[in-house]
Structures are given as structure tokens and as C-alpha cells.
């Protein structure tokens, strides 16, 4: 199984952009985004549940960005609106069976980062 992230670029603030993350080889039950930013904890962003779509954010994203699924694709995005320095990461996606959770700990298969940087 291999989640394929994509997206990411330089922006500046107030700018948008959209990742995406695609799964091969299976579906799971929920989809995460986390981000990591230098000498910083990875932190969750965003997490849908893939059977309706039921999603939540961190408190720092909400109104701002959004997660959402493709089935025909098996790909989740994350649009992100109105972009802020402090949302410079590293970008992961990440996918588990069973319920939508926030922690990374929780997740075992993991995409390969993608770097967003958004300048002032």
C-alpha cells in the first residue's frame, strides 16, 4: 500500500493551495493530514472519515482549510484558504482502518511529505 502526497509549493500569505493524497492498493476507513514543522512535534490538521465524508480540524485550521474524498480517484484533498507563515510544514497524509483519530500515533501507513511554505 502506498499513499502518494502531491500539492505543496510556495504561496504567500493569504494564497491557497490544494494537496492531495492518493491511496494504491486499498481503501481505508479514515484519512489524515498532519504537518511538521522544523524542531516541532508532527501535529494533526484535518481527519475524514471515507464512508460519509465526516470530517474535523484542528482548532488553528478550522475555517481555513478543507478536507475532503474522491472515490473514482481514492484520493483525499486538503484546500487550504488563506495561508498564514505559521502553516509552513511539511505536509503528510496518512490512512488507518477503525475510527477517525487525531494522533499520528494512530496511523500506520504514511505518505511521503509535502512541503508547503508560505512566505509574509
Known amino acids: 500500500v502506498q499513499l502518494q502526497a502531491s500539492g505543496g509549493g510556495l504561496v504567500q500569505t493569504g494564497g491557497s493551495l490544494r494537496l492531495s493524497c492518493t491511496a494504491s492498493?486499498?481503501?481505508?476507513?479514515?484519512y489524515g493530514w498532519f504537518r511538521q514543522a522544523p524542531g516541532k512535534e508532527r501535529e494533526f490538521v484535518a481527519v475524514?472519515?471515507?464512508?460519509?465524508?465526516?470530517?474535523y480540524y484542528a482548532d488553528s485550521v478550522k475555517g481555513r482549510f478543507t478536507i475532503s474524498r474522491d472515490s473514482a480517484k481514492n484520493t483525499v484533498y486538503l484546500q487550504m484558504n488563506s495561508l498564514k507563515p505559521e502553516d509552513t510544514a511539511v505536509y503528510y497524509c496518512?490512512?488507518?482502518?477503525?475510527?477517525?483519530?487525531?494522533?499520528?500515533?494512530?496511523?500506520?501507513?504514511w505518505g511521503q511529505g509535502t512541503q508547503v511554505t508560505v512566505s509574509s
Open positions: 475524514i472519515r471515507w464512508s460519509d465524508g465526516d470530517a
Open positions: 496518512a490512512a488507518k482502518y477503525g475510527s477517525s483519530l487525531p494522533s499520528p500515533r494512530f496511523y500506520g501507513n
Open positions: 492498493g486499498r481503501t481505508f476507513s479514515s
